[in-house]
T-cell receptor, first 112, second 115 residues
């Protein structure tokens, strides 16, 4: 099935460091969403972006909707151990907003 | 305010059997979408239900079918189970608003294992 290109695949960082991950698509998206998934649980919505160029923050998290509408990035500042998990980007295609297309995921490990 | 709830949490079936998974949407939501998440991958869209009708379908065979009830809850049915159907099945709910869909919120999924 179709998946968005998400990078990096995994990150191993020290507590307190900043993290950046991004997601790209070959087609235009109407909405970009970022989710976090912990083991044994479903994805939890972190940030939703609705307009090209939009920059939105949620605590230590900041995400942007790319100007071309084909990409998005997520930054996490001053990482803490509970940031550990898998982060997924997801997009709603421009002419098919009923479904979400997910990225391949970024696995984040934070060491004290 | 209850979030999206799914049942059962785990299920073991054998090849050729049929299975029914259940989902109750978040309070105030009217749209339910189903996703299949294989190990190590992102969720894949199966279909979406709104007003008790299938509105959109992903690249899944007819063995996958669904239903939405008047109270907005939903079922996912899979017939003639294959080993490759082993996955985490996620339900997501949202509210169809003017100008487009609101974000989808996910349940914790049903882990289906096929032996």
């Amino acid at each position: 099935g179709q998946q968005l290109n998400q990078s990096p695949q995994s990150m191993f960082i020290q507590e307190g460091e900043d993290v950046s991950m991004n997601c790209t698509s070959s087609s235009i998206f109407n909405t970009w969403l970022w989710y976090k998934q912990d083991p044994g649980e479903g994805p939890v919505l972190l940030i939703a972006l609705y307009k090209a160029g939009e920059l939105t923050s949620n605590g230590r998290l900041t995400a942007q909707f790319g100007i071309t509408r084909k990409d998005s990035f997520l930054n996490i500042s001053a990482s803490i151990p509970s940031d550990v998990g898998i982060y997924f980007c997801a997009g709603q295609p421009l002419y098919n907003t009923d479904k979400l297309i997910f990225g391949t995921g970024t696995r984040l490990q934070v060491f004290p | 305010d209850a979030g999206v709830t799914q049942s059962p949490t785990h299920l073991i079936k054998t090849r050729g059997q049929q299975v029914t998974l259940r989902c109750s949407p978040k309070s105030g939501h009217d749209t339910v979408s189903w996703y299949q998440q294989a190990l190590g991958q992102g969720p894949q869209f199966i279909f979406q239900y709104y007003e008790e009708e299938e509105r959109q379908r992903g690249n899944f065979p007819d063995r996958f079918s669904g239903h939405q009830f008047p109270n907005y809850s939903s079922e996912l049915n899979v017939n003639a189970l294959l080993l490759g159907d082993s996955a985490l099945y996620l339900c997501a709910s949202s509210l169809r608003g003017l100008g487009g869909n609101q974000p989808q919120h996910f349940g914790d999924g049903t882990r289906l294992s096929i032996l």
